[in-house]
């Protein structure tokens, strides 16, 4: 084969490469939120999964307990959510002086003329069937299609993350190891480079979730106090669970916790002036006051940066969290914090190199003094029989790696190597 017949089979290979990855980016970028909170939801259940594997066993089941314990918290306030509700209800309707007694006597001759089409026809029904009637119920048949539409295509979406999250839980030693396999370079640099953005990655969605609790905190707190000071005839219903759903909520980008205080207000609001009067207006205005300021705004802009990403700038988190939804959308809170670790770990370790025209040499730190995970540091000391041996058993073939050099990637919470070049 020629040179010139072998460069225009690289360059055909290359092309259909090209195109594979553009369509790739195009799929990903399609549906780019859906990847970013199952990305975000791995590493939210990494640290529970790594714990539970140890112990249950086979690592497919470790992965969906480990999904199951992160929502079990919030399925149980659901629960006792609806419980209230439902109790509430049931209140309610005894206080009630309306009597359906009075009302179940039915003219059995009225009923079968009504339930008899040709007798509507004949005493004037026709007079409703008309085009202007029927394009009417068409269009609430479509707009009640467009509702189940929507509320499927959501359904999917959750499943397509939960899907992320399980197979990258089960998986991620795999796709570690086949990216050290065929990227790595022999300086480490990447490996270096991935390792840093894994462990900021780790420190910032993990604390995503430990928001979420002292969130929650703060709510039950907060509205436990304000409680103290409402009217005889007007209060927080629950405001411990309101608390708590609050804390759950802020997990859903932007509206989170306003699903949860923006109803509890309009009910409040509807009880204040039924029952209260004016004036006890005041306690809803003050409610959506805390609501906003001290339970929503302030966790959000200044509790969150400070439990996430500890190893970032405090202020460069806080703008991320801050411009992501506004640039992005709803999913902006968790795809502006990414970008924002990977330039930071790139300007760290590759740029300063670049810069000077130097070899990028990372120097090798000891992981276990970087590592906190247990599970990890197993594994950087040289116990990967175990997890060779699940992955046999798991029926998919592990190619057998000729290249030396340890594995890298998202398993490797903590990094094993870090660079000089700061």
């Not at 509890?264 to 009880?271: D, L």
Request: glycine share 8%; aromatic share 12%.
């Amino acid at each position: 084969m020629s040179s010139l017949d072998f460069n225009r089979a690289r360059a055909a290979w290359w092309t259909l490469g090209g195109v594979l990855a553009a369509a790739l980016l195009f799929v990903v970028y399609s549906f780019v939120g859906t990847f970013v909170f199952g990305l975000f939801l791995y590493y939210a259940t990494r640290p529970i999964y790594r714990r539970l594997r140890k112990h249950i066993y086979p690592p497919s089941l470790a992965a969906a307990v480990s999904m199951f314990a992160l929502a079990l918290p919030a399925l149980a306030l659901m629960l006792y959510a609806l419980l209230v509700v439902a109790k509430e209800i049931d209140k309610q309707a005894k206080a009630t002086q309306f009597d359906l007694g009075a009302y179940t006597t039915l003219d059995l001759r009225l009923l079968n003329k009504v339930a008899d089409p040709a007798t509507l026809y004949r005493s004037g029904l026709r007079e409703y069937l008309t085009f202007d009637t029927a394009g009417a119920t068409l269009r609430q048949v479509a707009a009640a299609a467009d509702t189940f539409a929507f509320v499927g295509v959501g359904l999917v979406h959750l499943f397509v993350m939960l899907a992320i999250a399980f197979y990258l839980l089960r998986d991620d030693h795999r796709i570690s190891r086949w990216l050290a396999k065929r990227f790595a370079d022999d300086d480490g640099v990447l490996g270096a480079y991935f390792a840093a953005v894994d462990s900021d990655l780790n420190s910032i969605f993990f604390g995503n979730i430990l928001n979420a609790v002292l969130t929650g905190t703060i709510g039950v707190i907060a509205y436990t106090v304000l409680n103290v000071f409402s009217p005889p005839e007007l209060g927080i219903p629950a405001a411990a669970l309101v608390g708590l759903l609050a804390g759950v909520a802020s997990l859903i980008p932007v509206v989170g916790m306003k699903l949860v205080y923006v109803p509890v207000a309009g009910y409040m609001g509807v009880q204040s002036l039924v029952f209260g009067g004016p004036e006890t207006v005041w306690f809803v205005g003050a409610f959506v006051l805390v609501s906003f300021v001290v339970v929503d705004t302030i966790p959000d802009l200044v509790l969150r940066p400070y439990v996430s990403g500890r190893s970032l700038h405090v202020g460069s988190v806080m703008l991320a969290y801050t411009f992501g939804p506004l640039l992005f959308g709803w999913y902006g809170i968790f795809l502006l914090p990414i970008l924002l670790v990977f330039v930071v770990n790139f300007a760290r370790i590759v740029l300063p190199e670049l810069l000077a025209g130097k070899k990028i040499q990372p120097y090798v730190v000891d992981p276990v003094y970087l590592s906190d995970d247990p599970v990890a540091s197993e594994r950087l000391d040289g116990d990967d029989e175990k997890y060779e041996r699940d992955d046999a058993e798991e029926a998919v073939p592990v190619a057998e790696s000729t290249d030396a050099r340890p594995d890298v990637g998202p398993e490797r919470s903590g990094g094993a190597t870090q660079t000089g070049g700061e």
